[in-house]
């Protein structure tokens, strides 16, 4: 990567986002990730400052006030959003920086920062494997999977609107496309 980029993942939920940061970063180390802040709560395997930064709802709506979020949305009744501070250092640092973000937060960001956002949907293979994926993470109960799955039908109507949208089947071979993008 020559000058520094906002990377910006989205796809619905259980798509694959989170797993193919991790594999980036630890391929790419130089890639930083925005830590987002959100409202939710922390699911297990979730670690505080690692995964998100868990703030309650006064909290974050006092972020809102004092405009600390580039970007921030309600997603499946919660919160999220991310500091603006973060991402603004490694942009002045010259680090390129990766985002989990919903479509809200992927229209907000390229509208703000434009020609430095490259946006990426990732799409499972079929719905079937979907709600798989979904069932299969256990980190979700029933009620919060059937509203992803839900919600995830008009989310995936978006994907057209993404620089790039890659079908996530085998995790080699989307990480391979990533890269390509990316580097
Ligand atoms: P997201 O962050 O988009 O919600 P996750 O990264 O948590 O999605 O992925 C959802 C589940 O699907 C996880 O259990 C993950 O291990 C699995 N998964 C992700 N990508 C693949 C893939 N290409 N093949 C098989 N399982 C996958
Ligand atoms: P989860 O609760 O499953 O971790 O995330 C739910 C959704 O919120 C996902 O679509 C994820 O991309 C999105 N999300 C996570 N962090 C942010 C953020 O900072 N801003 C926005 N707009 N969406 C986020």
Known sequence: MKEPKLIVLSSVAGGGKSTLIRILQAKHPDLAFSVSCTTR?????????VTYFFLTKEEFESGIEKAEFLE????????YGTPAKFVEACLTSGKSVIMDLDVQGA??????????????????????????????????SEESILKRIRNGKAELKRKDDFDFALVNDELDKTVESLERILF
């Open 41 to 49: 709560a922390p699911r297990p395997g979730d670690k505080e400052g």
């Open 72 to 79: 921030w949305a309600r997603v499946h009744d919660n919160y």
């Open 107 to 140: 229209d907000q960001v390229k509208k703000k920062l434009g020609s430095k956002v490259i946006t990426i949907f990732i799409l499972p293979p079929s719905e079937e494997e979907w709600e798989k994926r979904l069932r299969g993470r256990g980190t979700d």
